[in-house]
Structures are given as C-alpha cells and as structure tokens.
C-alpha cells in the first residue's frame, strides 16, 4: 500500500498529504499577552512543567498560509495549497530546556488536520479571517499607520477577535513561539476505557526559516466563552503587543522525547 498518510491505497493518489517536507508562505499576524500561570499549567500534561521565565505568556497567532510538498504542485491547484488557521502557544519547560507548545488551534482545510496529527498539534475545523496587506486599493499597505483585524469562530460561536495598528518596524514578531515546539502524540486505545494506545512527547521545528520584515502595533483583542471551547479560560490580564510579518517555513520531522504510558 502507497501514501504517506490515510487513506493509503495501490497508488498512494488517495492520501490526504504527501510525504514531508512541507512549505510554507504566509502572512503572521500575533497578539501576545498575560494569562494567570495557572492556567498555563493546565495545559501542561507531565513532563512538561512552566517556562522558568514569564510563566504566563501567551501568543494567538492568526495564519494566511500557502502550502505545499517537495513537488510544488499544490501551488497550481491552490484548493490543496491555501488555509487559514489560528494557534494558541504557550511556553514550558522540559529538561532544563524551555519549548513552544501550541496547546489550541483550529483551521479550515481537512489535510491541515491531518498534518496536525502527524505533528501533534490539536487541530480541530474553525472559520478563520484576517485582513491581507496589497500594495494598491484600499487594503493596508506594511507600514505605520495600517490597521488589520482578524477573526476566530469555531461550531458558529466566535472565539476571539483582534485589532492590530501598526506603528513601526520590529525586531521580532514576539518570543512566546520562538522556541522547538513539544508536542504530545496520542493515539487512544480501541477498547473502553483502555486508556492511550500510543502517546510519546516529540520535538519539532522548522529545518529552515526566511521572514521579511517584522512590524509592531498597538492591539486590541477580545475573547468569547463557547459551550465546546476554552480559549476563554486563558483570559487576558496584560496585553504585551502585536505583531505582523510575512514568512517562508519548511518542516521535515521531528525526534521523540520521551515514550509515555498515557496522557
């Protein structure tokens, strides 16, 4: 049987995903704050324990993506290159090592989801906008004084909503998502109340990295209590600032840090 990922078939044409490495090029809009640790530490299954520094940080990152394996013909037929996605990372501790760790995110595409099983991000469907920068018309240019909104909704509640004005040139676009992602891997076992199957801690990254400038702004950001989410639960105490910047990404796997009994 061929294909990387299900469904895997005589011919592999069927799997939702190619092979890694995947690409990546989009537009990164993040707004970082301060939440309660507490909270933090809830989302923090063992090994895994609070970042050392800023316990707290939080950085909601909206995502215009485009896609694609070693081949690029996605690019071609942009229905399998193009979606959107907006994460939650927080920052833990492992080892005497600090990591990322995107402990919420949804997106809008089926084989973004797929993906995320692969690489242990929680993926789940979500309705995601954001506002593209063009250098004509009415859309914002990357300069000081542009205004961009974004949007988050999941199962026809919104989630959160966010404002950013840029007002100059940025150094980085923010620290909370600026290490080696530790991700939980699990697969639940087939009989009732069997516990994990499968679970192993992993560390990903990207293998390589292009960015174009970063911009700064002020920001404003909201977020809404639904019956099936708990974004809201990370509440936002301190806003530390917003963020936007056009990046370029390749992922192509990742080691295990640990086996687990379950999680």
């Known amino acids: 049987m061929a294909g990387f990922f299900y469904p895997r078939t005589a011919t592999g044409q069927a799997s939702i995903v190619p092979a890694p490495p995947w690409f ?8 970082e704050y301060r939440t309660d640790p507490a909270r933090v530490a809830e989302l ?12 707290g940080a939080v950085a909601l990152i909206w995502a215009d993506w485009q896609s694609c394996s070693t081949s690029r013909e996605e690019l071609l037929d942009p229905v399998r290159a ?10 833990c501790a492992f080892e005497g090592r600090t990591y990322s760790r995107c402990v919420y995110i949804w997106v809008d595409k089926d084989f973004a989801i ?18 593209r920068p063009h250098p004509f018309g009415p859309a914002p240019r990357l300069a000081p004084g542009a205004a961009f909104g974004a949007t988050l909704a999941a199962g026809d509640r919104r989630l959160a909503e966010a404002v950013l004005s840029l007002t100059g040139e940025s150094a ?53 209590d639904a019956p099936t989410e708990e974004l809201a639960r990370l509440e936002v105490h301190e806003l530390i600032g917003g963020y936007y910047r056009q990046v370029g990404v390749t992922w192509d796997g990742g080691r295990r840090l640990a086996e687990l009994p379950s999680v």
């Open 44 to 55: 923090l299954p063992e090994p895994l324990s609070l970042a050392d520094e800023d316990p």
């Open 172 to 224: 980085t676009n923010g620290f909370v998502n600026g290490h080696p992602m530790a991700h939980h891997r699990v697969l639940p076992g087939i009989g009732r109340g069997e516990g994990d199957a499968h679970a192993e801690l992993i560390e990903s990254g990207a293998s390589a990295f292009e960015g174009g400038q970063a911009w700064r702004g002020d920001v404003e950001l909201r977020l809404f």
């Open 82 to 91: 193009q979606y959107k996605e907006a994460f939650v990372v927080v920052r």
């Open 24 to 31: 990546y090029s989009g537009d990164l809009l993040t707004v």
């Open 114 to 131: 797929a993906r995320g099983i692969h690489q242990g991000y929680p993926k789940k469907l979500g309705s995601i906008w954001q506002t």
